[in-house]
């Protein structure tokens, strides 16, 4: 814990909470908390979460947060590799069976959180799932998980128990439980490339994998 509670570790951690912070201005303008407010809180948050990866993201054998160039081309490119590779799966197959089962929910607003029907809104998710959720969801808990148990894939199996809790959270309060077995495998199966991704390359590739997954968004 000494690591994680340094001045050094929380100034690197605040600069990266400042940058997530910024890509999820769009998101957080879509919802209805008052920007100032959604910001500074976001930016708190996010400096705790961004200060578990800078000083436990290297543990257990795992790459860390920054890699050597090598390192980091190999991993953008496997990144790259993957992302594209599941659009044709996610174009002909899981989006439209998703916005269906979205369409049913009790509310709409998770089919409009999920298939924005702008460009802007489609590059505020974007952005917002390659800062916050790739760090929040993915690198942060591997890197806790990691600190504590030693073991990267224990890590990696308690990172997607946590995913997993989320997703089933999220489908119980929209109504959705007769599809859990597909709400809940989708995200822990992109979650699990991702972790990963972050393991073996650090957290860039990872970050390049959701972006470039949610790119297809773009398409018309």
Known sequence: MRTYFTTSNFVVAAIMSAIVTLLSVGRLLQSEMPLFTGVVMLFICMTLVCAAVTAWGARAGMAGAWT??????????????????????????????????????????????????TIWACFALILWATGFQTLFLQAAPMSLAARLTGH?????????????????????????????????????????????????????????????????????
């Not at 970050?207 to 997954?213: D, K």
């Open 68 to 117: 050597d160039g090598r390192t980091l081309r190999q991993g953008l490119l496997a990144a790259l590799t993957l992302a594209l590779a599941l659009w044709p799966i996610y174009l002909l197959g899981l989006d439209p069976r998703l916005r269906a089962i979205l369409a049913d929910a009790e509310s709409h607003e998770m089919l409009r959180l999920a298939f924005p029907s």
């Open 152 to 220: 990267r894939f224990a890590a990696l199996g308690l990172c997607l128990l946590f995913r997993l809790y989320l997703a089933h959270r999220q489908v119980v309060e929209a109504g959705l439980a007769e599809h859990m077995p597909f709400l809940m495998t989708l995200p822990a199966a992109i979650g699990l490339v991702g972790c990963l991704l972050f393991a073996r390359f650090g957290l860039l590739p990872a970050m390049c994998f959701v972006a470039v997954l949610n790119a297809r968004l773009l398409l018309p």
